[in-house]
């Protein structure tokens, strides 16, 4: 029996062949190339413009908080820890606490015949300062049921009643963390940075707190806080107003303009107080402005 052997060879695609594919398919690739580009860099921007806005959003929402709580004042209490002989003369007396005190609160001292009103002059950490008509003795209570303060907005020069003025720096004082410790905010537009910049600082600190950057990438000359007076000339209203740009380097910047209008109830019920005393006589007797606020804010207020 004969055997037939076959020589049967598997032959490839010759070099002709594969430049020939090549040339069909170098088109089809580069543009998938080319739509995978632009998709990166479109997520890219994307990323970059959510960056950018979540933070100009967090910002302005605690710009508005703070701004609501301007002029605001918290109530607090402690106790005498010694007895007061009653004098005209100012006197400083111990107490467990002076903490939530401010120079200008007026404070209730004593219970039922023994009880009087006093202009604190002067705070300690565990003293205050005013003049006591009457005897006190150790233990009895002292309670600030605070009034609201009416430059808790510092205004901007030169605003009368019924006005309103547009500015980069927003200063503004009250309970702004409700602790009842009184805080000086101050909001600026530092144009050459293109940035919001904010300081806070506690009454009695002595110095004020440095700016910190508050909310980066504002487009130039977008940024502008509108302040509003009623009929007392108190600042009752704050417009807050911002571009914030795209944070990403070598990417299209978007623009996003972020606005509010914030209505501030502690100063406006000050104004009715304030209207009250001059029109009708009350005794309501309003906080004055502390000496630290006029000082820090550079502008003589109230």
Known sequence: MKRTISDKREEGFSLIELVVCMLILLPAMGAALSLFSVGTRQQTEEHGNI???QEARAGLEMMITEIAQAGSHGDWA???NS?????TDAQTVKVDSAEGFTVGDWVDVGTGANLESVEIIAVAETSISGVFIVNHDAGDPV???ALPYAAGVIPSGGMGPNAQSTATTLRFFGDINGDSTIQYVEYVYDIGNNQITRSITPIGQGNKSGAVPFIRNISRNSARFT???DGMGVVTSVGVEFTVQ?????VASQDTQMASHVTIPSTIAASALTWEQLMLQSIVKLPTTPAEIISW???DVY
């Open 78 to 80: 402690t106790t005498l």
């Open 83 to 87: 007895g007061i002989s009653g004098s």
């Open 227 to 229: 302040l509003s007076t």
């Open 297 to 299: 804010a550079g502008y």
């Open 143 to 145: 309670r600030l049921f």
């Open 51 to 53: 960056d950018a806005n």
């Open 246 to 250: 795209n944070s990403q380097r070598g």
